[in-house]
């Protein structure tokens, strides 16, 4: 089974903080995303990487980084915490070929900014 | 850029089929797929429509026009189980993929 693995399910960082959310992946896959989920906003698309250093914006890159140095590891960083980067976090993983390409989840990091 | 939009809320009876429809705009397309997530749950995959028509699995169907631009997920014989959020995703290119605004099910007695 493919697996991914998000650190931390909640965390709590106070305004201003440099923030590091890790995700791993154990199934050799070139995609990897990261996105944030709010009420009735659905998943919005922060980064994606397709390659080990590659890297392209989503709809929502504003206030953060990625960084992903080795293949299985994808990493969010939320350079100056904000209150409103408030939200549940999910990153994903997906194979780089072909159309029916099922995108794997891992749990999601609750984190709050105060 | 891309617009996925889903209602935002459904409810239906036990054993009943419900509809969950998908319109979008995308600069590119590959593709219409569909997730469900249960609270407190990651997204799981559902189906992937590459060409218009039905995809049938199990007690799940999706559909695609492509061009109406229009997709949807089709449930039938609920389950109070199958209350959760159902999400339509696209891909703009080979790398990628955007979701919907998702739609809460809800399954009644």
């Known amino acids: 089974d493919v697996k991914v693995t998000q650190s931390s399910r909640y965390l709590v960082k106070r305004t201003g903080e440099k923030v590091f959310l890790e995700c791993v992946q154990d199934?050799?896959?070139?995609?990897m995303f990261w996105y944030r989920q709010d009420p009735g906003l659905g998943l919005r698309l922060i980064y994606f990487?397709?390659?080990?250093?590659?890297?392209e914006k989503g709809d929502i890159p504003e206030g953060y980084s990625v960084s992903r140095e080795k293949k299985e590891r994808f990493s969010l960083i939320l350079e100056s915490a904000s209150t409103n980067q408030t939200s549940m976090y999910l990153c994903?993983?997906?194979?780089?070929?072909?159309?029916?390409?099922?995108?794997?989840f891992g749990q999601g990091t609750r984190l709050t900014v105060v | 850029g891309q617009s996925l939009e889903q209602p935002s809320e459904v409810t239906a009876v036990e054993g009943a089929i419900v509809q969950i429809n998908c319109t979008y705009q995308?600069?590119?397309?590959?593709?219409l797929s569909w997730y469900q997530q249960h609270d407190g749950g990651a997204p799981t995959f559902l189906s992937y429509?590459?060409?218009?028509g039905l995809e049938e699995t199990g007690r799940f169907s999706s559909f695609l026009s492509r061009s109406d631009s229009y997709g949807y997920l089709l449930l039938q014989e609920l389950q109070m189980k199958d209350s959760a959020s159902y999400f339509c995703?696209?891909?703009?290119?080979?790398?990628?993929?955007?979701f919907g605004t998702g739609t809460r099910l809800t399954v009644i007695p």
């Open positions: 994903a993983s997906s194979l780089g070929v072909g159309m029916n390409t099922e995108a794997f």
């Open positions: 199934m050799d896959h070139e995609n």
């Open positions: 990487s397709y390659d080990v250093k590659m890297k």
């Open positions: 995308t600069s590119g397309f590959y593709g």
């Open positions: 429509n590459g060409l218009d």
């Open positions: 995703a696209s891909r703009t290119g080979a790398n990628n993929l955007f």
